[in-house]
DNA sequence: GTGGGTGCAAAGTGTTTGCAAGTGT
DNA sequence: ACACTTGCAAACACTTTGCACCCAC
């Protein structure tokens, strides 16, 4: 299976995400606190990419009293879950993908021109890579493409539309 | 072609590197000052991907004089040059790679138990990356696979002999 | 009630930069 | 000579942390 998927995820999906990591966060004996919970509902209620800054203005519409301390000790719980995935694109700053609940393999395209990030998944690629991973002496446990492009469109127009 | 290269970069090879790049700094009308030197000459005499903090250590080695403030203001010239790789394993730092020269389109494998990083090529890979990004309406102008991984010799024998 | 959680502000850490002096071309 | 480079230290930007108070369980 090859492709961007931009369908929204619909809201079984993401409260599947959100119930798991209540789940985790119980299992850890941690507490639920309303600052937590407007940070959850907050990430598994998009499937945009974020930075730490983002989220907390996000999640301070749902609850003012979010600081950005409770954020950025809530999202080590996140990655640790496996729910969200924190990711490089040479920023300053690091961005988070709250899609891997659904796609845990999914790997990202992002245009040199218009910074849009195009998510695919690829089954023959993930069999390529196990592969050389197991011949080489080790056994993969999770892996991350990353391609870096230019729009065909910049190439055609000289420019693209999302570029600002 | 999958594999790690683990054979030393001949010194031939080595020096070619380091002359691109000597072309490209006078391409760019920059001055080859002894600081430089010493950091080039340090870059390119090494295949290991090293750290800022690390390329000062080596180049102070060379030539006292060389500054931590240089060192960063050396260090975009060389990705701008694309000789060398800037890279995010997800520690505090970022790592760069010298193995550009060479293997442009080289991966790494981090093992999560022994911190080891073994490169590898594919180019059944690079072609369905390729054809993936070209679909999706992009052009791929450059990639990077970063596989996580565990050690069979750990899963076997409880510990591995890189693990400190 | 208690141990984990929170906001605030200060501290930390890797990286960048202003400035005056130095130097390759 | 001129413009690019340098070292130093201060400045930055993002992230982490100590502390006193708070609250979920």
Chains 1, 2 share one sequence.
Request: aromatic share 8%.
């Amino acid at each position: 299976m090859v492709g961007a998927y931009t369908a929204p995820v619909s809201v079984e999906e993401s409260n599947i995400a959100k119930e798991r990591f209540l789940e985790f966060i119980s299992t850890k004996g941690l507490r639920l606190t309303s600052q937590r919970m407007a940070i959850i509902d907050t990430v598994f209620s998009t499937q945009e990419h974020f930075t730490a800054e983002q989220l907390l203005e996000w999640s301070r519409q749902r609850d003012q009293s979010v600081s950005r301390a409770t954020v950025y000790r809530t999202l080590p719980l996140l990655t640790e879950s496996g729910l969200v995935r924190e990711m490089d694109f040479g920023k300053d700053y690091k961005h988070y993908d709250p899609n891997y609940a659904e796609h845990p393999n999914h790997n990202h395209i992002i245009c040199q021109d218009c910074e849009r990030i195009v998510e695919f998944e690829s089954e023959k690629i993930e069999k390529l890579e196990d592969e050389i991973t197991h011949n080489l002496g080790f056994s993969l446990k999770s892996q991350r493409i990353q391609i870096n492009a230019n729009c065909e469109e910049l190439k055609r127009m000289g420019s693209c539309r999302n570029k600002t």
